[in-house]
């Protein structure tokens, strides 16, 4: 099997991580998985959603959007529409559910990490690019807070990171682009923590359902790629 | 461990499917996991969305409610505030993409089922039970299309079933009511074909990422309660 | 004359009150008129809307809504869709005034009840139906906020009920289905409480204006089936 | 019983009806009930509803809104709040519903008449005014059909009004002014043609229910004072 | 050259200008430029928007519509519609800010006075009918709220007023109404104080850019319409 | 005076304009006034609205946004509001419209360039790098379409670029920056065509009105910044 890329099997993409991307926010971070570029934001609020206060525990939320360029045809503009779509829903709560894992809510207080993650281009995989790269402008937004005397220590419990696993022509690919997206029978995300544990799991068969073995496969391709993801994290964050 | 609900770690709740619940639509399921219940409908349409226009294939897409007093607190009415949440755009989305993965498209025609799941009374698993519950549903609406000549043959492919797993004080449980959900760390629904086969896998770690070996335990448990309601739904449908 | 149900101008369908019927809400009835079929939910909650705060009154409102396939052919989900339609507005409008003309809301203190009515199955008259079900559901929950010391007495100063009547074929008949509602020349719900005094009346002419003699049969035909339908709710409280 | 106008209990206010208002619409009528005052057009478009295309009738459909400050405080603007609110809803229903009443469908061939009426002041009894205002505004249109020779013959069977009636300290009054209608235990709006017969009757019990005689006598009222709006349709339209 | 509508190219249209036009507003005129009508209301509130509040001043917001059939074809309700057009934001933004710049904010207070520009019959220049009429409402409106005792004095510091001027064929224009504007090749709207200063200068090349000469030409009859607005905007505060 | 840039009174800010910034559009271009940079894309379809349908003409249109966090404290995100505000709507008309200004639209024949303006980072001026980066844009989709044979010629009939001036302590400051702006007395926004010609001139007085000397001090400013800005757009062209 020859995958479109070119890459082997097992091989990320080219993967970038630059900080300090953009000036206002607490924590901004431009990641790339290959031709993927995500601007991922970290915006730090005092206060909490109405459900959690009183509680003495801080909330991360997240938001996701692509430029309506970012694909190869455009696509109507969300905030024109009037709403957002559903896969923009299922990707953000998906981002802020594996966040929320990553930290300690009661070491935050009572303030609110919101996360941006907006695509201006895309070529397969924005929501593991999202995850991977927020997660490092979380980090920075944590740290400013400390800095900021805001919280008294890091609530980062762990680094988390994404990847996108499927089955190309029968075999288990690592990191797909869009042209590999578009032809794989599954798709598989996986956020995992440093130590290997899972946050997230989310496997679609999208014709055919797959066995335990093929899943197995896949999900020992994507603990491989996340171990390389949390090293380029933290190279990024020394 | 002692289970709130009394029941086995490996236990399903009482569950009950009732064909033909309401008179018009082409399927119509009550389905019950425990007191968790969901009224399942399948109504078939002539014609496909527009983006499959001209394929010759059909589309199985689906609808989520909760009736507002459905749960412990009324809850706002979708209806009434203009906009359907997140948790119920990701839930229609997963039915949708499930029963997919059952039919063969092809087969279906240029024919659309929409499947409508309204959870009349909530106590966990509520998007399991509708995915099983649709499926009845769907196999019915099928059904009517052959008798009605809409169809040469049958397009379902495999039966699905759904069931939620969790990690309740640590130890793998199946098919959480809601007591247990609110107190689990882990929750996972898994659906799969009756051949064992996955075709969506979502697991989220609430507070604490989980292990490899927690996922087994609990995608062991999941594949047992599918077996099982796999059988309940062929008992409904003979 | 002969009805396409086959009853006598002067009788009403088959009418069923289950108590009880959902195990969240403070009241919980399933009415059936013949097969139409309505979930009806009465929620209690302390507070008042703004425009009432601080008067030492209750108020009452209701919501409406008909599951998409509750009909011959499938109707839009209003929650997808993003607004409710003007049917839905007015029905829910004439639920909510009609049930506060029969509370005392002096007694009910600064509460306000939530009525909700969710057509599972229509067959003709979801209105009349909507409003003598939840009438019981409120009932229940005002017997329950008794029993919660909520308010030290019944604040219901009367039961109401509601009917509709019609001209079909020339003849002024009680309680239309679909069939005959389809093809009737007037349409007319009746509101009234136990003595027999009006709570509401809406008469349409569907296409042409109807007499005044017309009016008074069919008036004279809706206080009698009220009679009954007080009856039944009654006997299903007791 | 002395009413806070002056009035005797069966006097109209004063009625005006000014033709030709504005210029672009095929009919425009200012209306005036006393200080209400409301602007109501018709518009005349060829085609009618999806629902209707292919049945050879016509349509009529009407829309209604408020000044936001044609009341004694600033309302919020509809438009800029992004809905209609219930009672807009169920009036612009009612005025829709009454006018198709007074023509004959067929015989306007398949051409919609879209009626608004805006109100610019408010003094009680907008509904009334703008239904007997709007009738002129759709007469004035027809014309204007006929001698575009869009159809062959008048399309209207009957000029209809409409006037309210309510339960004064226990009195029936005739066409209530806002201080009179915020007062008054019941609010009966009645449509009625020129020969006697009923369009709508839409009677509510504000608090308490009220009885048959009681409904007679504002009957009573109401088909006096809409024999005199029509001889000043007639006049006005002369 | 000779203008459609036969007047000089420096003439106004005739302008009209009635205050007191609805009873209930602070401050109501209704504004005629030639053919075009609009009712201008000025509402004053106590307290200002979360933005301003604590600071001691006040604030001057506007909002504009159209009615449907004020044009020659019937536009869509915005109410209706669910939204505001980007033509309507833009026009109501330019009123308020317009407005502003005529008060003392300071001297107002924590108090705010709404505008609404409701345009009855269109004819062109509906926006700097708008202005000029809303500024004697607000006029009106201020000067009752020093009878009231709300502002110690007058807060008013200039009046102002709009117009348009247009290139018609190739020589300036004053004042367009509705056929000359729609063949205008520049459209530009002046808001000016008494004194000669810019409130607001929106000037657009409909298809063509304009040159600086041209720019000056029209600048200078602008100049010129805007004194006699203010001559006749003196008088008839007197 | 001592602008807080430092710069001199009539000396822009660092420009530049990266032509193919992302690999979708027809034309990309991110374009930056020091720390103020937008995405620009220029998208073709063939087609137009339906206002212009079989008028053998093309149309421009522009949307704009803005990243949450592309400003100091975090907004709110117009797509999950589900409507775009009343600045963001302002603006993308004016983008819209002075680009047409730009564009033989017969040439363009019925086809549609959609312009998106994506702010990353807001630093005072978006409006005018949006234009001046979007004619950019606009070239190259016209290039392209030239290239793919979709017009026999280029469209484009001049470069047009945009700059804001305005008054800072009284003194005429050319292209404001944030901190500038917020402290301007006077707000003027000048698009040019390459001949000097006028496309759009909106200026504005924040608090108190201008005089025509001041405007004509600020104008001068605004040509000189467009020859600058008109180079270094040839300069990237090139």
Redesign the interface.
């Known amino acids: 099997m020859q995958r479109p890329s070119g890459r082997n099997f097992d091989q990320l993409r080219d993967i970038r991580l630059t900080r300090h991307y953009?000036?206002?926010?607490e924590g901004?971070v431009l990641v790339e998985f290959g031709?993927t570029?995500v601007?991922c934001?970290a915006?730090v609020?005092s206060g909490v959603p109405r459900f959690l206060r009183g509680e003495g525990r801080g909330w991360i939320t997240a938001?996701y959007?692509m430029?309506?360029?970012?694909?190869?045809s455009?696509m109507n503009?969300?905030?024109?529409r009037?709403?957002?779509g559903?896969?923009?829903?299922?990707i953000?709560?998906l981002i802020g559910?594996s966040l929320?894992?990553a930290v300690d809510l009661e070491a935050l207080g009572e303030n609110t990490v919101?996360i941006?993650c907006?695509v201006?281009?895309?070529d397969g995989g924005t929501r593991t690019a999202a995850i991977t790269g927020a997660c490092v402008a979380l980090a920075d937004a944590l740290g400013q807070m400390q800095r900021d005397k805001l919280v008294p220590a890091d609530p980062l419990k762990?680094l988390?990171a994404s990847v996108s696993v499927g089955l190309y022509e029968g075999q288990p690919v690592l990191d797909l682009d869009y042209l590999e997206d578009s032809n794989a029978q599954t798709d598989?995300n996986i956020v995992?923590?440093e130590?290997?544990?899972?946050?997230?799991?989310?496997?679609?068969?999208?014709?055919?359902?797959?066995?335990?073995a093929e899943?197995a496969a896949m999900?020992g391709l994507a603990k491989q790629g996340i171990v390389e993801l949390n090293r380029l994290q933290r190279e990024a964050l020394a």
């Open positions: 953009t000036k206002h926010a901004s031709e570029r601007i934001t915006s609020d938001e959007g430029l309506p360029r970012s694909t190869g455009r503009r969300e905030a024109a009037g709403k957002q559903g896969r923009t829903v299922e953000q709560r559910r929320r894992a919101t941006d907006d201006i281009q895309a762990t988390i598989m995992m923590a130590n290997g544990a899972i946050v997230e799991i989310q496997g679609t068969a999208e014709a055919d359902p797959f066995s335990e899943f999900f």
